[in-house]
């Protein structure tokens, strides 16, 4: 059994619906077979991170937290084309692509919807998903 702390998890907002769309979206198309995810309500994003804030994906690999866009665009190095072509955004200053992100964070639900509780795995996802 692998350490909690040596996974790569992926931890985001369970009961909203850009979050979950983003979760289906990598477990379709991200190359790396043992990324894990993680509602941010639950046990495990309490023991592996410091603050516990649900308006930013939080993205951990190798004992370092990567937020917001910083996240977005880490998750992006494990695409194949064409979806690794947002990796352009890279050369966006991180000011500006974290107001860009606050803004879309700060308006999800309105936009995009909330679920009343967090996602609940497929029986195929079940084991890519931490509580």
């Not at 977005?72 to 084309?81: I, S, T, Y």
């Amino acid at each position: 059994m692998v350490a909690l702390t040596q996974r790569k998890i992926v931890f985001f907002d369970g009961v909203c619906n850009l979050c979950n769309g983003t979760v289906d979206f990598l477990l379709r198309h991200h190359r790396d077979q043992f990324l894990m995810f993680a509602p941010l309500q639950g046990v495990s994003a309490k023991n592996v991170l410091k603050s516990n804030s649900l308006a930013s994906i939080v993205y951990y690999e190798q004992g370092l937290i990567y937020e917001r866009s910083d996240a977005a665009l880490k998750l992006c190095e494990g695409l194949a084309l064409p979806w690794r072509i947002f990796l352009v955004f890279k050369l966006v200053p991180k000011a500006i692509r974290d107001k860009v992100y606050d803004f879309i964070a700060i308006n999800r639900y309105r936009i995009f919807g909330k679920n009343e509780t967090c996602r609940i795995p497929s029986e195929q996802e079940r084991s890519r998903f931490l509580d």
